[in-house]
Nanobody, 124 residues
């Protein structure tokens, strides 16, 4: 079993940056593909970025390509999401999730474990 805890959210102005972290527990963390998702008020949770277990593959939603970067440090059981050039429409609760699959899935239903989320608020 994997437990996930996100951190690093906050309130920033448009154009600002944050680094979100997701700390995982369990010896099998490095076996899981990891994903970042977000959910804005009144909207469905959506895929943002994914990374394979050994970090050999990453992919992104079109809306964040070139602005967000996903990475992981398996020695620290942590996955990161660097978010740059933030826009008001990036405001959401950001969640990390773990999937015992390759490649990292886009579909929410294919993820096995979820964190509790961290709030990102971007003001114009």
């Amino acid at each position: 079993q994997v437990q996930l805890v996100e951190s690093g959210g906050g309130s920033v102005q448009a154009g600002g940056s944050l680094r979100l972290s997701c700390a995982g527990s369990g010896r099998t963390f490095s076996s899981y593909s990891m994903g970042w998702f977000r959910q804005a008020p009144g909207k469905e949770r959506e895929f943002v970025a994914g990374i394979s277990a050994r970090a050999g593959m990453t992919h992104y939603a079109d809306s964040v390509k070139g602005r967000f970067t996903i990475s992981r440090d398996n020695a620290k059981n942590t996955v990161y999401l660097q978010v740059n050039n933030l826009k008001p429409e990036d405001t959401a609760v950001y969640y990390c999730a773990a999937a015992f699959r390759y490649p990292p899935p886009v579909a929410l239903a294919l993820y096995d474990y979820w964190g509790q989320g961290t709030q990102v608020t971007v003001s114009s």
